[in-house]
Structures are given as C-alpha cells and as structure tokens.
C-alpha cells in the first residue's frame, strides 16, 4: 500500500516531493510539469513569468536578476510551509527562478501547484508567485532601449503594474 495514499490530509505535509532552485539556465514549463505531477493531482497549475518588452509604455531590451540564493531558497521553503497551511491538500510545490541576463520572451520564473483539486492549486499557485516577489532576496535590473538600466525594488512590487 503506497504510504502517501493513506496519510490524513491534515498531515499531509510531503516537502521530499517539493524543487525549489536558483538557476543561470533556461527554465522548461515541461520539466517544471513534470516535476508537480502526482497521481494523485486532479490539478497542476503553473504560472510562467516571462520577459516583456515594455514597462510602464518605455521599450525593455533585456533583464537582469541576481539573488542571494541561500536566503532565496529558504524563502521558497517557508512559502511552501505556508501554502500547506492554508491549502492542506496542496501535494507538490515548485518554484525555479533563473538569474543572470535574459532577452525577451525569455522565461524568469515558474512556480507549479500540484493538488487534487483546481481551486486550491489556482490559489497555492497566486499566493505562491505574489509572495515570492514581495519577499525573495531576488533583484531585477531593466535595461533599456536607449542604453539606460535601473533596479527595480521589492518596494515597487506592491503593484502588479511593476513586477
């Protein structure tokens, strides 16, 4: 008898099954799939962030992030500590970040939500990003059509314009 099929939701907390990582490589949504997928998942949702051209109407060329990664993937940990909180049945939490300089289109980010049900894995999945952009030591640099480059803080995350 499989062990994780007969454990109490209530202490159904399988962090074994969690991928938190900090990455220069590109980041694949199949692998990141494949990664929450569970047999007993009626749901893996996962959120793509990408690389966008413009920023507030003003041309983007590329991004930049850098991140304390040690920091970054105790912040990942205590979200997934915190998404089994609210959302108990939440099987398996992933969220890979990339650093380094990426051109647009390029994938930054992806978290995945594995669950029995779609709600809860919808949820997991927007608390999961929104958290990890207000909280994660990970820093984004715009560089600009004319040259230019800024830092974009935490701080200004508290808009979803921004971030």
Known sequence: MNPDLTVPSSKKLKPERDDFSITIAP???AEIYA???NPTNGAVVVMSGTVRNQTDGKSVIALEYQSYQPM???VF???ATEVRHQWPEVNTIVIHHRVGRLKIGEISVLVAIGCPHRSEAFEACRYSIDT???TAPIWKKEHWVDGSSS??????CETDEVC
């Open 27 to 29: 980041l694949s949504v």
């Open 35 to 37: 990664l929450a997928d």
């Open 72 to 74: 970054a993937i105790k």
């Open 77 to 79: 940990e205590q979200i």
């Open 132 to 134: 990890l952009k207000h």
């Open 151 to 156: 830092w974009v803080s935490i701080g200004a």
